[in-house]
């Protein structure tokens, strides 16, 4: 059972525009969100993450939001780069638990064109 | 800084053959040590973790196993592979469960 869904395999985007990446979540214990971005034959890379206390977090070009009453979350990368083209997964976890265990998406692979 | 290596890059090996893939963090100590594989099209699905040395909880039933020998050391194994074990694997550490995971550049095993 997929806990944490990326419902979009593919998202393409001008360069210079706004790129908004989605995530669902059914697990209602989740308390910290990440996103990481995968490029080929590479490893996930972290790249921004949110507590559930918070409904935001900026990190320059990148900015997440949460809607915990939706369990949802997405990430905007403003302006997207022909650089951001990547994989994009998301990930939650329970902080509490010492395990800290993350549940991915499927990813969603974002293509930035000229 | 912390660093993680994992080694080889890529791998075919017969279906029978044994297994072991390597994995080790340098600038920390008593990291949290994760295995994943993505299969393809898949998301990442976690194989086994480690709270510490010979500490080793598995997530799903299968074909591997892992070991961690050291305090930043992780080998995921195998006595016989199978074609389902085909992927990418990925190595991850934390400092505790309230930081990022991060993760190695992977491991593509190729089963023929």
């Known amino acids: 059972d997929q806990q944490v869904k990326q419902n979009s395999p593919s998202l393409s985007v001008q360069e210079g525009r706004i790129s908004i990446l989605n995530c669902d979540y059914t697990?209602?214990?989740?308390?910290?969100f990440l996103w990481y971005k995968k490029y080929p034959a590479e490893g996930p890379t972290f790249l921004i993450s949110i507590s559930s206390i918070k409904d935001k977090n900026e990190d320059g070009r990148f900015t997440v939001f949460l809607n915990k009453s939706a369990k949802h979350l997405s990430l905007h990368i403003v302006p997207s780069q022909p650089g951001d083209s990547a994989v994009y997964f998301c990930?939650?976890?329970?902080?509490?638990?010492?395990?800290?265990?993350?549940?991915f998406g499927r990813g969603t692979q974002l293509t930035v064109w000229p | 800084s912390q660093t993680i290596h994992q080694w080889p890059a890529t791998l075919v090996q017969p279906v029978g053959s044994p297994l072991s893939l390597e994995c080790t963090v340098e600038?920390?100590?008593?990291?949290?040590l994760y295995w994943y594989r993505q299969a393809a099209g898949r998301g990442l699905q976690l194989l086994f973790y480690s709270v510490g040395i010979g500490q080793i909880s598995s997530e799903v039933p299968q074909n591997l196993s892992a070991s961690r020998p050291q305090d930043r050391q992780f080998i995921l194994s195998s006595k016989k592979l199978l074609l389902s074990d085909s992927g990418f694997y990925l190595c991850?550490?934390?400092?505790?469960?309230?930081?990022?995971?991060?993760f190695g550049d992977g491991t593509r095993l190729s089963i023929l």
């Open positions: 991850a550490w934390t400092a505790d469960s309230n930081q990022p995971q991060h």
């Open positions: 990930a939650a976890s329970e902080r509490g638990s010492t395990l800290g265990r993350l549940y």
């Open positions: 600038g920390t100590s008593n990291p949290n």
């Open positions: 697990n209602s214990m989740f308390d910290y």
